[in-house]
């Protein structure tokens, strides 16, 4: 198994255990192809929830330029969700995690066909 097969494993289970979901493992691992090499690098793997500008640049970059999400305060209503889902107190929110959850809460998975 290779190193992007452990880590799409490893999301997968921070869904099934911290965010009460079932991924959908094809996606899942469309979104984490779609990260690219960031997945592998240990600061830009996860995101920093605490970071206003963190949550920015995921919105700016992921919603609006991957999703082509128009801007609004539901892009925020959103991010802040999905990281009340993964839960606040959790130290690590996976990227691919993080923008799986997003693409969900948007219905935006066509994306990735």
């Known amino acids: 198994m290779g190193k992007r097969d452990e880590l799409i494993a490893k999301y997968a289970d921070d869904l099934k255990n911290k965010c009460g979901m079932t ?19 240990a600061d830009s793997a996860t995101v920093a929830a605490s970071q ?22 539901q892009l925020m209503d959103a991010i ?14 996976y990227r691919a995690v993080v923008y799986y959850m997003l693409v969900k809460h948007f219905g935006k ?4 066909k």
């Open 80 to 93: 802040n969700s999905v990281i009340e889902t993964y839960g606040k107190s959790e130290r690590n929110k």
């Open 52 to 73: 206003a500008t963190e949550l920015e640049t995921v919105k700016k970059n992921f919603l609006m330029k991957k999703l082509g999400l128009k801007d609004g305060p």
């Open 23 to 41: 991924p959908d493992m094809a996606l899942l691992t469309k979104v984490t192809i779609g990260c690219g090499p960031s997945i592998y690098d």
């Open 109 to 112: 998975e066509a994306v990735y």
